[in-house]
């Protein structure tokens, strides 16, 4: 009764495990779509990923957030940073590329 108890514990604690691993990449589209198409469609920031380096991303989220007003906190821009350059899979796949 116990050895079961416990295999059911490691079970779960496995696959809770898994699904964080997998959770980090699906955030960097879900980001994008909700802070950055408030202004624009997506298509806008589709154009440039996979083109800008990150030294321009970096400037450019700058531009969006001090001069164009966009609502992104310092770590949401941290994280859509290393989202855009290099282009994550999930962004590239809302993006069509
Ligand atoms: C508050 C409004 C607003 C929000 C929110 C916003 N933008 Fe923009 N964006 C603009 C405006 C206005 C322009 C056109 C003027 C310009 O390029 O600065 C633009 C243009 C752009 C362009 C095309 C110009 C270029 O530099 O290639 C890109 C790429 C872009 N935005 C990316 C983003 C990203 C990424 C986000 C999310 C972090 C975002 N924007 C959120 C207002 C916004």
Redesign the pocket.
Known sequence: MRLCFVLVIMICSAGVAGAQTEATTPECAEL?EL??T???YLE??C??VGERSKRGWKS??K??IK??????TDSERKL?LGC?SPPAPDIKKVCGK
């Not at 001069?67 to 992104?72: D, F």
Request: hydrophobic share 35%; glycine share 4%.
């Open positions: 994008l802070r950055c408030e202004c624009h806008r920031v154009k440039q450019t989220l531009r969006m001069k164009r007003g966009a609502e992104v859509l855009l």
